[in-house]
């Protein structure tokens, strides 16, 4: 308890708000690169999960680089990217880093996401005439988000911790009180900047979690949250369905007349 109290000392001490290491400034460049990767990670990895849950095809090839790029230690691969690429082009290494460690996560939301739909929902828009690029943004975008924003629930967690490691290497972030105080045997500062990580990751926690039920579609929700039955999500599902084949069969109809 001590301890715990010696770095609450620390981290709300005035001497943590100034200087090139201020607490502010290490949060930002820990945000930086978190956000940064997640968002070149998603581009590369949303398309890639969503071509291969509407297609049905290269799950496997999905799921063996998936597991391949989680068994990579993240510290080994980028201290091999700093050697590859040279010492000057370190935020590069780090960054290639962190999106090889949020693509498998981000990838299998994606995929998951729509091979969780009931076949029967996409063959009734399909039997309706909707187009497959219809049936993609209307029935099978919608229905598959929440998973997708739990792909990128975990993989935004797994960048913020793996960030830490960033200041190895001298780009800051909320890891460098934690290195900068091992040697040191200063164990106050240690853990008060693992505190400060755990607080980032649980807001980020929290928010995308309110951000994973906010993308649940309204047709899929039931009364008791938490507890929904199949038949509640086939029954819901399929009112989604039939909503988008009336939003597709709205211009022909118009057409025909």
Not at 171 to 196: E, K, S, T
Request: aromatic share 6%; charged share 10%.
């Amino acid at each position: 308890m001590n301890l715990f109290a010696q770095a609450l000392a620390w981290l709300f001490s005035p001497e943590r708000l100034e200087g090139q290491y201020a607490l502010p400034v290490l949060l930002g460049q820990h945000l930086f690169y978190t956000v940064i990767s997640v968002l070149i990670a998603a581009v590369i990895a949303v398309p890639a999960g969503w071509l291969i849950g509407h297609t049905g095809r290269g799950r496997e090839v999905a799921v063996a680089i998936s597991g391949a790029a989680r068994a990579v230690p993240s510290f080994g691969l980028m201290v091999l990217l700093v050697l590859l690429l040279g010492v000057l082009r370190v935020p590069q290494a780090a960054t290639i880093t962190f999106v090889l460690l949020a693509i498998p996560s981000l990838l299998a939301g994606a995929y998951t996401g729509l091979e969780a739909i009931d076949r029967r929902v996409i063959d009734a828009a399909r039997a309706t005439g909707m187009t497959e690029w219809q049936i993609f943004w209307k029935v099978e975008v919608p229905l598959g988000l929440p998973l997708l924003v739990g792909g990128l629930r975990a993989a935004t967690l797994q960048v913020i911790a793996t960030v830490t490691i960033a200041a190895y290497v001298n780009l800051g972030g909320l890891g460098w009180p934690i290195i900068q105080g091992i040697p040191l045997r200063r164990f106050d500062q240690v853990l008060g900047g693992a505190i400060l990580v755990a607080v980032l990751a649980l807001i980020a926690d929290m928010l995308l979690a309110l951000a994973q039920r906010a993308a649940v579609p309204a047709g899929i929700r039931i009364a008791t949250p938490g507890s929904q039955t199949p038949r509640a999500t086939r029954r819901a599902a399929s009112a989604e369905a039939a909503s988008a084949r009336e939003d597709s069969a709205a211009p022909a109809t118009a057409s025909t007349t």
